[in-house]
């Protein structure tokens, strides 16, 4: 078979419980390459914590990854704790991401100081990932003096920079207005547009309706993966 044509993951077993309440329960969820997808559903349907379930950050007990390894070899694991291979592929984005307090050059260049990139490498990348989010006269900004537009796109840029196959949105515009709104949906649009894998979480009607987007709605414990 042929790399675009698998699945970037496949999970099964994904379920939550909450005290006796069954949140939800999904026996298999696939993740297509380089596709947008739309999550959406009421207020606690459990969106956050499913998404979570996914980046490793939520416990997932009895869950289990597919996805396919180095010579297109099968691989799978249980999903929690994330494989380290798959650690590096997946972003994560929070509602409300947090900055580190110190510029937000220095909270682009963290993921790739911690991957022991060589200086020039780093400098080469945090450009082309100020650039790309707009935010380059920001660059030598303390995050706590930026708005919250600019903080969404550097939070975009940090995740983009360590060029993830999947990334996950939580409701990447719900705090933004107007032409803040504007330019995340932008660059929303770009990320799926470069063939990533992007799945976000959000109420907002023109994310929901972008072209080619797939939808995804998590309602009565059930994920409808087929949702029109
Ligand atoms: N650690 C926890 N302990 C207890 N209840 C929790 C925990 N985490 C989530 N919940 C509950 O699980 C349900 C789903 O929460 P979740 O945040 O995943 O929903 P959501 O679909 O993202 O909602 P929203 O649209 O409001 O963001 C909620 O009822 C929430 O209160
Ligand atoms: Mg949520």
Known sequence: MNGSTTPLLTLRGLSRSIGARRLFEVGELVFPRATAIVLTGQ???????????VAGLEPAP????????????????????LPRELRERIAYLHQHPYLFRTSVRENIAYGLHARGLPQQEITRRVDEALAWAGVAHLQDTAPE??????????????AKVLEPELMLLDEPTSSLDGQAREQVIALVRELAAEGRTV???????????????????????????HHR
């Not at 207020?43 to 379930?53: C, D, E, H």
């Not at 003096?145 to 940090?158: D, I, K, P, T």
């Open 145 to 158: 003096r930026l708005s919250g537009g600019e903080v969404q796109r550097v939070a975009l840029a940090r």
């Open 43 to 53: 207020n606690g349907a459990g969106k956050t914590t499913l998404l979570r379930m």
């Open 199 to 225: 799945v976000m979480i959000c109420h907002d009607r023109d994310l929901i309706n972008l072209p080619g987007v797939v939808r995804w709605k998590l309602g009565d414990g059930i994920l409808d993966t």
């Open 62 to 81: 009895g869950a289990t990854v597919h996805w396919t390894g180095e010579n297109a070899a099968a691989r799978s694991a249980p999903l929690d704790p």
